[in-house]
């Protein structure tokens, strides 16, 4: 069996934020094309990265914290937690926020990936992060742009009525980054799944759009 490769493992996540000198970057984008082990991992890297700006450039304020340092840290540890901390420094909300990812890291109720089940969002990938107490993180990658009247809603399947809620409208940016965090309610007991449907500009009360990514237990 091939051993999973052990060079620059600590220097993927500098990579991918750009923060190497020329000649290791060199070195390391050489490297990368002949390693599937690596392109693993920077890959992990770009995603991660990527949820992090999509964080920054909805609170632009962050620009001005002292945090910044934090960020290659963040984007190493790969976690839920890391990059809940990193938004509540974000936040008007601090409090709020880190009691989410205290909640979440500590107690999870589930871990959910979506899948696609329309061509026209063949390249999503989506996963969802609840707890009762702490509130729920869905973040997507690839997810297309859709018409100016259209807006991506995430819906939480439930084992009881109503089975189907909405959990709120997903935010995209023009790399086609999704995130959305929502505070604890009942909406999250009983959760069986998760789903993203196409729906009018606003959101809709009831599920009337195409399905486009669906995950359940």
């Known amino acids: 069996m091939k051993q999973p490769c052990c060079r620059y493992q600590q220097d993927w996540h500098l990579l991918a934020l750009g923060a190497l000198d020329a000649d290791l970057q060199e070195e390391m984008s050489l490297h990368l094309r002949e390693c599937s082990a690596c392109q693993t991992n920077f890959l992990e890297s770009k995603k991660m990265q990527s949820a992090i700006s999509l964080l920054a450039r909805q609170h632009p304020r962050a620009a001005n914290r002292n945090w910044w340092p934090l960020l290659p840290w963040v984007v190493a540890a790969g976690s839920l937690a890391a990059l809940l901390f990193v938004y509540s420094q974000w936040s008007r909300e601090a409090a709020r926020y880190e009691s989410m990812v205290a909640m979440l890291a500590a107690r999870p109720d589930g871990e959910i990936v979506l899948n696609v089940v329309d061509p026209e969002v063949r390249a999503a990938e989506a996963r969802a992060v609840w707890s009762r107490a702490g509130g729920l993180v869905f973040m997507a990658n690839n997810l297309p742009r859709l018409p100016q009247h259209k807006c991506y809603q995430l819906w939480v399947l439930r084992s009881t009525a109503p089975s189907v809620?909405?959990?709120?409208?997903v935010s995209r940016d023009a790399g086609g980054r999704g995130l959305l965090i929502s505070n604890p309610g009942t909406?999250?007991?009983?959760?069986?799944?998760?789903?993203?449907?196409?729906?009018?500009?606003?959101?809709?009360?009831?599920?009337?759009?195409?399905?486009?990514?669906?995950?359940?237990?």
């Open 187 to 217: 909406e999250l007991d009983q959760v069986t799944g998760f789903a993203i449907t196409d729906e009018p500009r606003g959101g809709s009360i009831v599920a009337r759009g195409r399905k486009l990514l669906v995950g359940t237990h």
């Open 165 to 169: 809620v909405s959990a709120g409208l």
